[in-house]
């Protein structure tokens, strides 16, 4: 069987599109026409006063808004991400884990963003610790044994700083 060909474009914005139709369908008017111009952001929108016909003319009144933050007020998309290299059979335990507790596959974005939440919990003991955490050496990438040892030091410190932080606010 033929597989059907894609009726709109990859990139297509139905409200972007909706609002260019009606941008073009807007006709001309003469300069001394009613016109109110509102500047949002770097674009300029014009409204348009429209009598509407066996009917008696309104005019369209728009409040004009303070000016729109550059930082989203609504939630804020989850976009960028975090990168880390690790083994495939540790990758695919942490996965196997992740299942068992959640009962869901593909959660383990949602675990290990938890486990950061507890260590942004336990900041203050972890400064405390990082003299510490300092002082060990990073060992050299050829040497796993040196890796797990450091790594192993490093979770002994932070589980000492979250348990000693207690439960995550908020």
């Known amino acids: 069987m033929a597989k059907r060909a894609p009726i709109l474009p990859d990139n297509y914005n139905p ?7 009606v941008v073009e369908a807007v006709p001309e008017r003469p ?13 300029t929108v014009t409204l348009t006063s429209v009598a509407v ?6 005019q369209v009144t728009v409040e004009e808004r303070e000016i729109i933050p550059e930082i989203p007020t609504d939630k804020e998309l989850k976009d960028a991400s975090v990168k880390f290299r690790c083994t495939p059979s540790e990758r695919k335990k942490w996965h196997e884990i992740t299942h068992e507790m959640t009962g869901e596959h593909n959660q383990l974005s949602h675990l290990i963003r938890a486990t950061l939440m ?11 610790v990082a003299p510490e955490m300092q002082r060990l050496k990073n060992p050299p990438k050829t040497d796993p044994l040196a890796i797990a040892l450091y790594e192993q030091r490093i979770a002994q410190l ?5 348990k000693s932080a207690g439960r995550p606010r908020g």
């Open 15 to 21: 409200v972007g599109e909706r609002l260019r139709r």
């Open 31 to 43: 300069a001394n026409s009613d016109e109110k111009v509102i500047e949002i952001a770097p674009q």
């Open 53 to 58: 016909p066996e009917v008696e003319p309104q």
């Open 118 to 128: 507890l260590v942004e919990n336990s900041y203050e003991q972890l400064k405390r």
């Open 158 to 162: 932070l589980f000492d700083a979250i």
